[in-house]
């Protein structure tokens, strides 16, 4: 079983990457004008989970970018996926 220090040795530059990346993302979403949706509500609503000690946080984000809703939509108003629940606050437990 590998330890903390050589998971860090294993992955931190990739995890540092990827903080770096979200941050300029963010950087780029400041940076234009027009009100935030549903997609930026919903990643400021689980980025407080990075930072908790309790295991789980992954299945947490996941679920707090999931559209739980049961209802169907008449027609996509594109094809793709939203990537966050659209219309209604994020679940986050």
Partial sequence: MPTRKKLLDLQ?????HKLIELAAFLDRIDRH???DDERLQAMQ??????????????????????D?????????PFQGA???PMNHTPRIS
């Fill in 33 to 35: 004008s027009g009100p």
């Fill in 12 to 16: 931190f530059i990739e995890a540092r």
């Fill in 82 to 84: 939203f990537g966050a």
């Fill in 45 to 66: 609503a689980v980025l407080p989970i990075l930072l908790e000690k309790n295991p789980g946080r992954a299945a947490r984000i996941l679920d707090g970018l999931s």
């Fill in 68 to 76: 739980m809703s049961e209802e169907m939509l008449e027609s996509a």
